[in-house]
């Protein structure tokens, strides 16, 4: 069964550094998407990311983010100074549909900020 | 806007004993019900999902969900857990009319006992 793949499963980082988290969605998917769950809380959205384009972004993306399809296949997100509230799990997702009723999720990288 | 509610931040239930787990949303337009399961260390995966049709749904490993509309609620259950259902649940939903942005509950901890 196709699936997203994401690596690391774990990453420390300290304070102040940048940090490329990395998905592999399936093959022939077109809609990307990066979540995130802060410990004990929602699985809150970032962003969505189709036809090289952001499609939609929430308040918590901020100028510290971006996201990139740099190859065809790999799918990043980028934080470009990473604080402490950033230490989270990420999770990505892609679908072949705009919707996200079909969207398959990796399986998350922990994020962890020092 | 939408909302999730779970109550329930902890579920402990012996093995074989029947289980749900509350889920009431809130939203202004009609919304597609999902649930999905975090197991540890990996990847949210779907449980079930509700789009249309029958309100009472089944999913894998033997969970099922009735939405009710009234009530805003769309509880999952299982009426004989085993040790390996021990995992996060999560109740999301989107809006019917289209969207790329699932909104998550915060997760119930089902843990089964001996």
């Known amino acids: 069964e196709p699936e997203v793949t994401q690596t690391p499963s774990h990453q420390v980082t300290q304070m102040g550094q940048e940090v490329i988290l990395r998905c592999v969605p399936i093959?022939?998917?077109?809609?990307f998407y990066w979540y995130r769950q802060i410990l004990g809380q929602k699985v809150e959205f970032l962003v969505s990311f189709y036809n090289n384009e952001i499609s939609e972004k929430s308040e918590i993306f901020d100028d510290q983010f971006s996201v990139e399809r740099p190859d065809g296949s790999n799918f990043t997100l980028k934080i470009r100074s990473t604080k402490l509230e950033d230490s989270a799990m990420y999770f990505c997702?892609?679908?072949?549909?705009?919707?996200?009723?079909?969207?398959?999720f990796g399986q998350g990288t922990r994020l962890t900020v020092v | 806007a939408q909302s999730v509610t779970q109550l329930d931040s902890q579920v402990p239930v012996f093995e074989e004993a029947p289980v749900e787990l509350r889920c009431n949303y809130s939203s202004s337009v009609s919304v597609y019900l999902f649930w999905y399961v975090q197991y540890p260390n990996q990847g949210l995966q779907l449980l079930l999902k509700y789009l249309s049709g029958s309100t009472l749904v089944k999913g894998i490993n033997g969970f099922e969900a009735e939405f009710n509309k009234s009530q805003t609620s769309f509880h999952l259950r299982k009426p004989s857990v085993h040790i390996s259902d021990t995992a996060e649940y999560f109740c999301a939903v989107i809006p019917t009319g289209g969207g790329n942005k699932l909104t998550f509950g915060t997760g119930t901890q089902l843990k089964v006992e001996l």
């Open positions: 093959s022939n998917h077109l809609y």
């Open positions: 997702a892609s679908s072949y549909t705009q919707s996200a009723v079909e969207a398959f």
